[in-house]
């Protein structure tokens, strides 16, 4: 029985990705900034535990606890909409840390257990705006595309000792708090809209309402795709969930 750890599994992508490894016979840790073992089934092979990315005592912590994993998922991440001019630089720099620095300081914490076994596996969840980029996710988009970089080239570095690392890449999905979530964080930053956006942000959100129908990414999808990259040794090293990430991956 193989061992997944899964990070940001309080909703979301990372919360169905812990029942889908749970109902396959996985051993599954699920981390979450305030663990709540009420989000997920009963099961003797579910270990909650708290980690903030961001903390590298939690992160420390988090690595001793653990012990041995055959699998490290990156998925916690925070979103961002924003107009760039009115964006802090303070507020740029947290998206970083928790999309990039964070996930670095998680992967550099299992590295040595990995590396001693000459095996094992990791997954870090990016984004379909690196596909597609799109207005009012310059720093979001930023962020991810910097995480899609430094897993490409971990992945050369880490093949030598038969570490496989791979990217999986959702696109918009509705069902998740993201979009929710990325709005209330533009709120709680103190980002502004200075005046000769406001139209054209207007017309932003305009555009999101009209084609609220078109194709998203389930839940579902990421898992499947997390799962895929998990137990497929030859699958590609970015692969994207969902009907609207294949798409923009095709346009792209």
Known sequence: MKTILITGCSSGFGLDTARYFLERGWKVIATMRTPREDVLPRS???RVLPLDVNDPKSVQALAEAAGPIDVLVNNAGVGLMSVFEGTSMETVRNTFETNVFGVMALTQAFLPQFRQRKAGVIVNVSSGTTFKPLPLLA???ASKAA???????LALELQPIGVRVSLVIPGRSPETPFGQ??????????VTVPEAYADFVRGIFEQRTAHASGPVTRSQDVAEGIWRAVNDPSAPLRLP??????????QR
């Open 147 to 153: 995480l899609n970089a430094f897993t490409e080239s």
């Open 139 to 141: 720093v979001y988009t």
């Open 44 to 46: 003797e092979h579910l």
């Open 181 to 190: 979530n990325a709005q209330a964080r533009m709120r709680d930053q103190g």
């Open 241 to 250: 969930a969902g009907a609207d990430a294949v798409a923009m991956a095709n």
